[in-house]
């Protein structure tokens, strides 16, 4: 990204984010300062004077209170003509200090960042400001308050490391510099396209890009999904495909697999009446087989994570397993669809990680307090389908199945002629209402009302 591209001030991207007039900037803490600052760096306080005339900001933050889409949030400003945006003393100050009021007064936090990282002037000193901002988001985050933010030009060094990538819900506007070294420390070969939104989007880190006219839109709707805790379980969904139930259990796999059975876009797309997805496992992957985020029902907000027929990557189970630790620290009921003939199992998939991100997701699904509830609406392959089951709150569609393996695989590992596989999967058990009987699931729902979570249900526990 040329380094002579305009960047919108501070003021600019409240602005841009913010209803009108709602803006209201918090009072700042005092701090006596020697000349030229704690390094007695000459020409320091000469360069502070001339970026706050240049930019008509004391400091290189502006802190505040406003509405967004009608919700109330602080809001942090990087005001990059000052100094770069960089992180000194008096910038931990003020961010310290709209954090703490965030939690006094229970609003979430919106960052909008534009930095190049930590101010060499004050040296150490500046450095260590970025473990008091992680701080202060860490205490922010076990208040049970969401963070976002907002990634604008340039978005690097520890304020990426810090406000940027440890948010909640990460956005960013088109084209801008991401990535934790800037343009002028990035060794001589690097690929510039690397250091990008669009880039970070693709490798798991940013959960969207988002045009500067539609992000006041986007930002109102993540703060109005993430600020409604609730502490009844989602709703089973209505199934949307077969009604009838199946002979045998060849017959259930069939159904399960058949092309056109609805699957998880049809399901979210009748369940919610908005939604706003979480993309990436914040470790370098995505998953298009995992379908995440936050949507509105009946006026609450669920968070969803849903299997969508493919075979799933450790990607998509390192997502599932962030989605549901952030709605457990929102106290926001989760609401998952299991849909996949297993997990992913080629070279790649092990090579990424696939138990661990597997076990992941089991331990976040078992120590969440938020209520979990699960619907199979597909294939319910082995341990890979089983990871994203509430272990009390499973129901079953009537096209579906669950089994602890493939009946073809099965069949393979018993040395059973190919003749056999149809058989072996009557012996699996693996039809809806044998999932039942054995207690696997708790009911089978219809295809409405009065028929939804009324056939063979037995009682939680």
Request: hydrophobic share 40%; proline share 7%; glycine share 10%.
């Amino acid at each position: 990204m040329p380094e002579t591209r305009e960047r919108p001030s501070a003021r600019a991207a409240l602005a841009l984010v913010t209803d009108d007039s709602t803006f209201t900037e918090l009072p700042y803490p005092a701090r006596e300062s020697k000349t030229d600052g704690p390094l007695e760096w000459a020409g320091y306080d000469a360069s502070r004077a001339r970026a706050a005339e240049r930019t008509g900001e004391q400091e290189s933050v502006v802190c505040g209170r406003a509405t967004v889409g009608g919700t109330p949030a602080v809001l942090i400003a990087f005001e990059f003509g000052f100094l770069g945006g960089s992180l000194g003393e008096r910038t931990g100050d003020r961010l310290e200090a709209a954090h703490a009021y965030a939690r006094e007064h229970r609003l979430p936090v919106v960052s909008l960042v534009a930095t190049g990282g930590s101010r060499m002037q004050e040296g150490m000193l500046a450095l260590t400001q970025l473990q008091r901002v992680a701080r202060q988001s860490a205490l922010t985050r076990a208040a049970g308050l969401p963070q976002l933010a907002v990634l604008r030009d340039p978005t690097t060094g520890g304020g990426w490391a810090t406000l940027g990538a440890g948010a909640d819900v990460v956005l960013a506007l088109p084209g801008v510099q991401v990535g934790f070294a800037g343009s002028r420390v990035r060794p001589p070969d690097a690929d510039p396209a690397a250091y990008t939104a669009e880039a970070q989007l693709a490798a798991g880190t940013v959960d969207a890009v988002v045009r500067p006219q539609e992000l006041r839109e986007a930002v109102g709707l993540w703060l109005g999904l993430l600020t409604a805790p609730s502490t009844e379980p989602a709703p089973v969904p209505f199934a949307l495909g077969l009604v009838d139930l199946p002979a045998t259990g060849w017959d259930a796999v069939r159904r399960a697999r058949d092309p056109r059975r609805p699957r998880a876009q049809a399901y979210l797309d009748a369940c919610f009446t908005r939604r706003a997805a979480l993309s990436g496992d914040r470790c370098g992957g995505t998953d298009d087989g995992m379908l995440c985020g936050f949507g509105t029902h009946d006026g609450r907000t669920i968070a969803y994570a849903a299997q969508a027929g493919t075979a799933t990557r450790p990607a998509g189970y390192r997502t599932a397993a962030r989605l549901i630790r952030l709605a457990d620290s929102l106290s926001i009921p989760v609401l998952t669809l299991v849909d996949t003939p297993g997990a992913a199992n080629d070279a790649e998939a092990e090579r990424q990680g696939a138990g661990a991100a597997i076990a992941e997701l089991f331990a976040a699904v078992a120590t969440a307090r938020t209520p979990v509830t699960t619907l199979v609406i597909g294939e319910g392959g082995s341990g890979g389908a089983l990871a994203l089951a509430a272990p009390d709150n499973t129901w079953a569609t009537p096209d579906s199945y669950f089994s602890v393996i493939a009946p073809e695989l099965a069949a393979a590992i018993l040395k059973r002629p190919a003749d056999r596989v149809r058989a072996t999967a009557d012996q699996l058990r693996v039809r809806p209402q044998d999932l039942v009987a054995l207690g696997v699931v708790r009911g089978i729902v219809g295809c409405d009302a009065t028929s939804a979570r009324h056939i063979s249900p037995r009682p939680p526990g």
